[in-house]
C-alpha cells in the first residue's frame, strides 16, 4: 500500500467534518490535490465550512435489490448527502454521480427529497404493488440534522404507519425518538423495527469518526428509549475496523443489551471506490502509528484488495481474521442474548393499500387518507351489461363526467334487476379497505354510494 500523508496542516482540517478533503469524483477529468509545502501554519484557524441543502424532486423513490447480504429488498432513502460526515460510509462514492466530491462535498453538499412521501403513496397505490419491508434510511441516515426541520422521514413514517406498512429504520440519530408516536403502534403490530449504528463506546474517537452523530451514550439512551416504548431495537456494529473499533467490540455488545437491544450484527470495514483513499488520509491523520497495520488487516480480509464486492465475502470478509472476528461476536451476541432477527419478521399481512386523490391543482400523488375534504372523491355509477339487462359498477373517480373523469377505484356494483335487498352490494373486501382507511372517509364513501344508487333506483 502506497502511504497517503495528511495533504493539509491539521489545524486546516475542517472542524466537524469527516472527511480531510474534496477529493474529486472518479469521473472527473480535472484532479486537484492539495499539498503540504512545508511552510508552518499552526496560526492558521481552523476553517469552517457551511452546510447546503438542495431541494430535488425526485421520478421514483424506491430502490430494490436482489443481493444475498441484505435482509432487505426495497429500501428509500429520503437524502443523497449525509451530514453526519461517517469517514467509512459506503455511499459516498454517490455523490460523483452528482460532480461532486465524495470527501467533503458528500457531508456539506446535501440533496433533499422533498416529494419523496407523495412518491411513495403513489408507489404504495399502484394496484400492481405488492406490500414487503421498507428499509428506511440504508445509504444516508434518514434522521441526519436536516431533518429535524425537513421532517422529510416523518412524512414517510406518516404514509405507511396509515398503509400498516412494514418498515425498518437505521440511524446513528436521537432524532428517532421524536417518531415514537408512529412507530410504537406499528411496533405494537409488528410493522415497525429500528436499528441503532454504535461502532465505539469512546466519544473521543466518535467525534473524528462520525463527527455530526449523536454521541455513543446519547445513542445508548436512545435505545433504552424506543426499547422502553415496545419497539424491536437491533445494534449494527458497522463497520468493525481493525486495531480502531475492533478492540471494542464484546463492550459494544454489552452495553447494547443492557440498554435493551434484542438483536445484532456487523459489518467489516468496506472501502469502495474513492472511501479507500478517503479513508488512508483520515487514518494517516490521526492514526499515523498503527495505519499501516490497520490497512493490512483490511486487504487481508477482502483478498488482498481494499475491497472485495463479492457477495458473501463483502460484509463479513474471509480468512483467519474474519473468522476469529465472526466466532467472537457469535460467543457474545450467544451470551447476551442478542440473536433475534425481527427485522424478517414484520408483518405485511394488514397492508391498506391508499387511494390517490388529486389535489385543486391537479397533482395525483395526494391521498384522500391524509385528508378531511372528500369533495373530489366522487361517486358514480358507470353503466356496463346488456342493454335490457344493465348494471352498474360503484366507482370512485375524481370528475362525475365518466370522459373526464379518472378512475380511481371500483368499491362494489348494483344491479336494478336485484331484489331490493341486494340492490346495493359493496363486496366485503371493500367495505373492509374503506373502514380500514379511517372513519370519516368510509362515513363519507358510504354515504354518497348509497345516495348514488336511490337516484338510480327513483
Known amino acids: 500500500m502506497n502511504s497517503v500523508k495528511p495533504l493539509i496542516s491539521p489545524l486546516a482540517w475542517y472542524k466537524g467534518r469527516g472527511a480531510i478533503t474534496h477529493l474529486p469524483g472518479r469521473f472527473e477529468v480535472d484532479q486537484r490535490e492539495p499539498f503540504d509545502d512545508g511552510w508552518p501554519s499552526d496560526d492558521t484557524p481552523a476553517p469552517s465550512l457551511r452546510t447546503e441543502v438542495f431541494s430535488e424532486r425526485a421520478k421514483s423513490i424506491l430502490t430494490h435489490n436482489t443481493s444475498p447480504d441484505l435482509p432487505f429488498n426495497v429500501s428509500l432513502n429520503p437524502y443523497r448527502g449525509c451530514e453526519h460526515g461517517c469517514i467509512y460510509c459506503f455511499a459516498r462514492p454517490t455523490h460523483s454521480y452528482l ?32 406490500p414487503q419491508r421498507i428499509a428506511l434510511g440504508v445509504n444516508t441516515d434518514a434522521y441526519q440534522p436536516i431533518e429535524r426541520e425537513l421532517r422529510i422521514t416523518r412524512r414517510i413514517l ?51 469518526l462520525e463527527p455530526r452523530a449523536a454521541a455513543p451514550e446519547r445513542r445508548l439512551r436512545t435505545v433504552r428509549t424506543l426499547a422502553a416504548a415496545g419497539i424491536p431495537v437491533a445494534v449494527s456494529i ?14 459494544v455488545l454489552e452495553a447494547c443489551a443492557s440498554a435493551g437491544a434484542t438483536s445484532a450484527h456487523y459489518i467489516v470495514l468496506r472501502l469502495p471506490w474513492e472511501v479507500a483513499p478517503l479513508f488512508r488520509q483520515w487514518l494517516e491523520a490521526h492514526f499515523p ?13 477482502h483478498g488482498g484488495k481494499e475491497y472485495n464486492a463479492e457477495f458473501g465475502q463483502r460484509m463479513k470478509g474471509k480468512g483467519l481474521w474474519a473468522n476469529l472476528l465472526r466466532q467472537r461476536f457469535a460467543t457474545a451476541a450467544r451470551r447476551l442474548g442478542l440473536n433475534g432477527r425481527q427485522f424478517e419478521q414484520l408483518d405485511s399481512s394488514r397492508f391498506i393499500r391508499p387511494v390517490i386523490k388529486p389535489s385543486a391543482h391537479g397533482d395525483s400523488s395526494q391521498l384522500s387518507l391524509f385528508d378531511q375534504d372528500f369533495n373530489m372523491v366522487i361517486i358514480r355509477l358507470a353503466r356496463g351489461g346488456a342493454k335490457k339487462r344493465p348494471f352498474y359498477n360503484i366507482v370512485v373517480t375524481d370528475s362525475r363526467n365518466r370522459r373526464d373523469g379518472r378512475f380511481i377505484e371500483r ?15 359493496l363486496s366485503q373486501e371493500r367495505l373492509a379497505y374503506w373502514q380500514g382507511t379511517g372513519a370519516q372517509l368510509s362515513a363519507a364513501v358510504a354515504r354518497l354510494a348509497v345516495q348514488a344508487a336511490k337516484q338510480v333506483v327513483a
Do not use: W
Request: aromatic fraction near 4%.
Open 99 to 130: 460532480g461532486l466530491s465524495p470527501g467533503l462535498d458528500f457531508e456539506s453538499r446535501l440533496y433533499a427529497k422533498i416529494n419523496a412521501p407523495q412518491l411513495l403513496e403513489r408507489e404504495l397505490a399502484r394496484p400492481a404493488y405488492r
Open 158 to 208: 406518516e404514509v405507511l404507519h396509515a398503509c400498516a406498512h412494514p418498515v425498518g429504520l437505521i440511524t446513528k440519530s436521537s432524532l428517532i425518538e421524536r417518531d415514537i408516536d408512529l412507530l410504537a403502534p406499528m411496533a405494537e403490530r409488528q410493522q415497525a423495527m429500528v436499528a441503532i449504528t454504535i461502532t465505539t463506546l469512546d466519544a473521543a474517537l466518535a467525534r473524528i
Open 238 to 251: 458497522a463497520p468493525v475496523i481493525p486495531f480502531v473499533t475492533e478492540p471494542e467490540l464484546e463492550r
Open 289 to 301: 502509528d498503527r495505519a499501516q497495520r490497520v490497512m493490512n488487516r483490511v486487504q487481508e480480509m
Open 411 to 425: 368499491i362494489g356494483f348494483y344491479n336494478p334487476l336485484q331484489t331490493k335487498g341486494e340492490s346495493l352490494r
